[in-house]
């Protein structure tokens, strides 16, 4: 088995209407879990300079895919 640890860190501070803060949706949690997927790679999306928001992380996780019993992806976010 794995121990993760969050050692306390800002998440995002952006205004949560800004551009940045829809586009780097990921910055606003420390951890998520998500199911494999090969397609997912980035967790701001593959285009963060072009979406509007939503994509990455956001997008994975709103899919409501199984994790139990299945390969998982940890995504584990640390400020910057």
Do not use: C
Not at 7 to 14: E, I, N, Q, W
Not at 17 to 25: C, E, F, L, N, P
Request: a neutral charge; aromatic letters at 12%; hydrophobic letters at 40%.
């Amino acid at each position: 088995g794995y121990k993760i640890v969050v050692m306390p860190s800002p998440v995002m501070l952006a205004q949560p209407d800004s551009t940045v803060a829809q586009r780097g949706g990921f910055a606003k949690k420390h951890i998520w879990v998500t199911a494999f997927d090969a397609r997912e790679k980035y967790a701001s999306g593959d285009y963060p300079n072009v979406h509007a928001g939503g994509d990455g992380l956001p997008g994975y996780v709103k899919q409501n895919r199984e994790i139990e019993n299945a390969d998982v992806v940890l995504w584990h976010y640390f400020g910057h």
